[in-house]
């Protein structure tokens, strides 16, 4: 059973029930996340109020040197550490080194604090009058994460959380906590101040009490669309500022004068990587054009039907599983409701799986995609090639915008003006062109738009600054000459 990590100390949970932790390969038990309680969120609030009172004072150039320290530690741990990402959640070794550098890439941005954090100051705003703001921590802030990635998420919020001089409570996913748990191992040899950075294991509890607790200034959320609106509500009628940042659909639009081959490749990767399960994963390839469309099914389905699945330790494998049985069942039941509303299922991945363990599906690809279909409105998360024929980019943008989620899209294009158009008129937030997975850089901003997102206040770099920050201005007169009060 985990422990959790609190005032720097790992103490049991005080939980009285408890989740299976499932390498989803090879469907072994590998360990259990204790489902915490109120006493355990409560006893890591007290610790990081109390904890607050000093670290906000430590002068930013100083917090920056944990952060040096724990981009060494974990650096010298890359391996460790994808190789648990990959036996907790199924992506394959490759994807979870990269995950877990993007997540260190967050350290390396939040080690600006200095910069990132100065203030702004303006002389004679009236006569003799000089006024200036600063960027002040707030308090206790917490970061509630989903399964799928068990590395980098996190690092989204709490480097720049602690890094402005706020202290931080971290609820992993109760089905990948492994990560985080060897990831605060790593922490708490760089001798963080104790009750800086704690860990509590649990489920919707923990997150309840996270929500609407006095003491917790902001949440950050990352997980599905439902659970992103109610954390948002939950938490913002408690007071808190809340980033959340939830599910997608995105699109990916091919015109005629795309380089074709390229396009392709870059599709099926943005779509089957992880499984699918990406916030980012393409999933609806508008072709525009006879030529288009029939170029991509056939050279898609080709493709798709050579992926090789398997363990993702293996380093001969391509894809790996999905999360669980149930994940799987759900991906299943969407490739059906398309065939049922009259798609062509060029490529079945529920068929020709090899392997009797673990929660496997081979890459599908649909076509005949029409925009009411189910397919085309729901976040499917497994490894589903939908392609659909469309006339120009103008129904592809008005496809895109009609389309309640706001995550990502990409046109892929030698056009300069068709993507100045296409990044111009979209309404999601994160644009790729010719770019398959438009994840944005630790110091740009990251977060979707329409059912994306909720909230005001982005991810990483400058944004993140701000959510972790309030600006306090302060208007002064200094002056000697008192005829000029
Ligand atoms: P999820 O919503 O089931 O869980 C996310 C977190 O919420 C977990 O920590 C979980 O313990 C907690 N939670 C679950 N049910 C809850 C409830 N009823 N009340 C309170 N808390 C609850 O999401 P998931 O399945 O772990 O992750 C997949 C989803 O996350 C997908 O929809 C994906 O698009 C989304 N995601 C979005 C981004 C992004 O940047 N927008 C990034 C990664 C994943």
Redesign the pocket.
């Known amino acids: 059973m985990l422990s959790n990590y609190i005032n720097g100390q790992w103490v049991k949970s005080l939980a009285t029930s408890s989740v299976n932790i499932i390498n989803p390969a090879t469907e072994k038990t590998l360990d259990q996340c204790p489902l915490g309680t109120r006493e355990d969120v409560e006893y890591a609030i007290k610790a990081a109020t109390e904890a607050f009172k000093s670290w906000k004072k430590v002068p930013a150039i100083e917090r920056a040197q944990y952060l040096f320290k724990m981009k060494s530690v974990l650096e010298q741990n890359v391996e460790e550490l994808a190789r648990l990402v990959t036996t907790e959640n199924g992506k394959t070794l490759v994807e979870a080194r990269g995950s877990v550098r993007r997540g260190i890439q967050m350290i390396d941005t939040a080690c600006g604090i200095p910069t990132l954090q100065m203030g702004k100051y303006s002389e004679d705003i009236a006569e003799g009058i000089d006024s200036f703001a600063v960027k002040k921590p707030m308090g206790v802030f917490a970061g509630?994460?989903?399964?799928?990635?068990p590395s980098m998420?996190p690092f989204w919020f709490w480097p720049f959380a602690i890094a402005s001089g706020n202290t931080f409570i971290l609820?992993?996913?109760?089905?990948v906590p492994l990560t985080q748990n060897r990831i605060f191992e790593l922490i708490q040899q760089t001798g963080l101040p104790k009750g800086v950075l704690n860990l509590v294991h649990?489920?919707?509890d923990v997150?309840?009490v996270l929500c609407t607790h006095p003491e917790i200034k902001g949440i950050s959320?990352?997980?599905?669309?439902?659970?992103?609106k109610?954390?948002y509500q939950t938490g913002s009628a408690s007071g808190k500022r809340v980033q959340a940042?939830?599910?997608?659909k995105n699109f990916m639009v091919v015109l005629p004068d795309a380089l074709m081959d390229k396009a392709i490749k870059t599709s099926l990767e943005s779509i089957i990587g992880c499984a699918g399960?990406?916030?980012?994963a393409g999933s609806v390839i508008l072709c525009v054009g006879d030529q288009v469309y029939t170029e991509i099914q056939d050279k898609i389905s080709r493709a798709a039907s050579d992926v090789i699945i398997g363990d993702g330790l293996d380093p001969n494998t391509q894809m790996g599983p999905l999360i669980s049985n149930e994940a799987r069942e759900r991906v299943k039941g969407l490739i059906q409701s398309a065939v049922d509303e009259g798609a062509k299922l060029l490529v079945d991945g529920r068929k020709n799986v090899a392997q009797t363990k673990g929660y496997f599906l081979r890459p599908s690809v649909i076509a005949g995609i029409t925009k009411s279909m189910r397919v085309s409105r729901e976040?499917i998360?497994g490894p589903v090639v939908l392609i659909a024929q469309i006339k120009n980019l103008d129904e592809a943008i008005e496809w895109i915008n009609d389309c309640p989620y706001g995550?990502t899209t990409t046109l892929f294009t030698t056009s300069g003006a068709a993507a100045r158009k296409f990044s111009y008129e979209v309404d999601p937030s994160m644009i790729g062109i010719n770019i398959g997975v438009p994840a944005p850089m630790a110091f740009f901003s990251?977060?979707?738009s329409k059912d994306?997102?909720f909230g005001d206040i982005k991810a990483h770099g400058e944004a993140s600054i701000d959510f972790f920050t309030d600006t306090k201005v302060t208007i002064q007169r200094w002056s000697a000459d008192s005829s000029i009060w």
Do not use: Q
């Not at 609820?171 to 089905?175: A, H, I, Q, Y």
């Not at 940042?245 to 997608?248: E, H, K, P, S, Y």
């Open positions: 509630i994460v989903p399964f799928n990635f998420v609820k992993p996913s109760e089905r649990g489920g919707k997150v309840n959320f990352v997980g599905s669309t439902p659970i992103a109610y954390v940042l939830g599910g997608a399960e990406r916030c980012l976040e998360f995550n990251f977060g979707g994306s997102f």
